[in-house]
């Protein structure tokens, strides 16, 4: 009988045994014989049981001390049994914000993997799980990659739960619904499907609750596992899903009818659906005077502009279109490319690689060198070039001005898209002209109306143009005439 409960015990529902060896033995089996996995023997009157918990995930410290304060009533018992000592330690000695039944090995391994503690008693075929979790998590910081001059200084943290508080406390509705599931088959890590019922599309959420259900996950580390699973397109160089690491554009998103998804172990919560038009909207916008904001919106869509376009439009006139240049401005042109040896495509190209690298080098060197790596890196290698002949000083300012364009949009992976189309477009400019840059961004233009975000078309309120839209796009109109706008509207 023991060795047949032992074997049953690796299969998937198998119910907890009577005997507390069994149950050890049963455990062992299925999570191994890992060091930091701790039994701690108890008596509970004349019955024997163990806690089962993880060192350094669960703090038991306080069950335990609960537990021994009332040891006492064990004993005053008439009718003392393994099922009178579960319903007491239930209904009177444990005060733990989460107390529950379990009846199979599955649901204990679970429990003790989630951070929790299980209490086992020998004789009964159920066991109690107690909410013990003590991993530390990261203090609610500012948020780094989307800060702000005015307006809340808190970003998410790694704690799923800490977030979906960080953004209650902004919506006190009470239609805000949070859907939880596991996604990944080995990480098993917690996501949370959060949306306001009544605001999102019924259809948007149903697609999403279908790609998420379809999405077959080895594991799930960040939100980027769940983003490249969800996305319509799969090689579009522009993002369709938005990132966040703000509770205040997260509660902004639901508000409008957007739909959130948060992951267990990531400050970064995805967003959908998501329009081109958000990508250039920064939180600020709405702390900040409407004349104000929609400047600074109106400078983002001409440094994307810039940033995409500076490049290759150089490439292109010096090249092909010398006609387009002023006089004055061409003959200097020519003196600074005399005794260059590259075309302009390949003196852009090598310039552009450089400040890439600089860039990367900047990021994974530590914050006390890297700022000042980068910066004297760009100028010395930047100026012994113009020295050497390498490249001219007017391609120096125009890879230093596209750099500095692409710094200012409000969101970092629009900004990787716009790197990877910049040499794209800088071959075609260095080919066909003015000719082919028109054809590439009709072509492109194309392939942005082509796009969807779960169902939603990427550029919403664009094509078509919807004038009644225009007052939260391009600029933002005052508080008293701005309508939120949302896809379906």
Sequence with gaps: MHMTQLENAGSPQEKLPES??????????RLGKSTDIIYRFITLGPLSAVLVFIEGLSDPQSLIQAVHEDAGLFHELDDFTPVTCLKLLQERTLTLGKVGEISNYTEAETEILAGNTILFIEGSVTALSAGTEALKQRAVEDASSQSVVRGPREGFTESLRENTA????????????????????QTQTDVAVMYIEGNADPVVLEELRRRLDDARLDSVLESNYIEEMIQDKRYSPFPTVYNTERPDVTASALLEGRIAILVEGTPFVLVVPALLVQFFQSSEDYYQRSDFASLVR?????????????????IAIT??????????????????????PFPAFL???????????????????PKSIGQSVSIVGTLVIGQAAVDAGLVSAAMVIVVSITAIANFALPAFNVGISVRMLRFVLMAIAASFGLYGMIIAMI???????????????????????????????????SRRSMKKFFGRN
Aim: with cysteine; proline share 4%; glycine share 6%.
């Design 20 to 29: 507390l060896s069994v149950f050890i033995e049963g455990m062992q089996v």
């Design 166 to 185: 960080l953004v209650r406390r902004r919506i006190q509705n009470p239609k805000l619904r949070i859907e939880s599931r596991k996604l990944g088959e």
């Design 298 to 314: 109106l400078l983002r869509f001409f440094c994307f502009a810039v940033a995409l376009l500076t490049p290759s439009f150089y």
């Design 319 to 340: 090249t092909f279109h010398q006609e387009m240049i002023p006089t004055t401005l061409l003959i200097s042109l020519i003196g600074q490319r005399e005794g260059i």
């Design 347 to 365: 003196e852009a190209f090598i310039m552009e690689i450089t400040f890439e690298i600089l860039r990367e080098a900047g990021i994974r060197l």
């Design 443 to 477: 072509i492109l233009g194309l392939h942005l109306c082509s796009l969807e975000s779960v169902g939603i078309p990427y550029m919403t309120s664009f094509a078509p143009m919807r004038w009644q839209s225009q007052r939260d796009t391009f600029i933002r109109v």
